[in-house]
């Protein structure tokens, strides 16, 4: 299993731009969950979702920031319009269940930055 | 939601076993107890959770209080690649099966 996929590896564009940050969970997991990380705020939760139907978007920043999972094996996060603020490492992962009793596969993450 | 309390960093020598704590006073009953690692530059690695009882897979050992308000992960022989940052979760019903994660603890592994 190749495991969960990000792409890009790497994202720079300039403010104002759109940017959309894609993910491919690990077949069979029925759980995904958004991240940004950042030096000054650590790992945070964006969105989760089960089922491809968002559970909790209550991380999500503020509107410029949209996910959508239109099927199982597929994932966009998009920011639209982009600041310099929202330069960060992003990650994706998927859980078979999102229970308690199980474990969440992380993807490599992308790197965006916002000039 | 329930929170965890670890040392912002710690150091180890190789081939040494590592002790990294944790509390979590406030736990749950429901509340399992989960270890994750993120290596530089890699994305957060699962590395071994618990409810109550103690539990040993390939990578580490999980020892978790009677009481269940601490547990401590064991690296058995520390190697440089397990310098990493540790982070201690629970992970229960109450928070609809989201891992939050908080600041970790910062390993680091001398030869």
């Known amino acids: 299993d190749a495991g969960v996929i990000q792409s890009p590896r790497h994202e720079v564009t300039e403010m104002g731009q759109e940017v959309t940050l894609r993910c491919k969970p690990i077949?069979?997991?029925?759980?995904l969950f958004w991240y940004r990380q950042t030096m000054m705020r650590g790992l945070e939760l964006l969105i989760y979702?089960?089922?491809?139907?968002?559970?909790?978007d209550s991380g999500m920043p503020e509107d410029r920031f949209s996910a959508k999972m239109p099927n199982a094996s597929f994932s966009t996060l998009k920011i639209q319009p982009s600041e310099p603020r929202d330069s960060a490492v992003y990650f994706c992962?998927?859980?078979?269940?999102?229970?308690?009793?199980?474990?969440?596969?992380f993807g490599q993450g992308t790197r965006l930055t916002v000039v | 939601d329930a929170k965890t309390t670890q040392p912002n960093s710690m150091e180890s020598n190789e081939e040494e076993p590592v002790h990294l704590p944790c509390n979590h006073s406030?736990?749950?009953?429901?509340?399992?107890i989960h270890w994750y690692r993120q290596l530089p530059s890699q994305g957060p690695e699962y590395v071994i959770h618990?409810?109550?009882s103690n539990v040993n897979n390939r990578m580490a050992s999980l020892a978790i209080a009677e009481d269940r308000k601490s547990s401590t992960l064991i690296l058995h022989r520390a190697t440089l690649r397990d310098a990493a940052v540790y982070y201690c979760?629970?992970?229960?019903?109450?928070?609809?099966?989201?891992?939050?994660f908080g600041q970790g603890t910062t390993l680091q592994v001398k030869p």
């Open positions: 979760i629970l992970h229960g019903s109450s928070n609809t099966g989201k891992l939050i």
């Open positions: 992962a998927s859980s078979p269940t999102g229970t308690r009793r199980t474990e969440a596969f």
């Open positions: 979702f089960n089922n491809n139907v968002p559970i909790d």
């Open positions: 618990g409810l109550t």
């Open positions: 077949s069979g997991h029925n759980s």
């Open positions: 406030t736990i749950s009953g429901t509340d399992y």
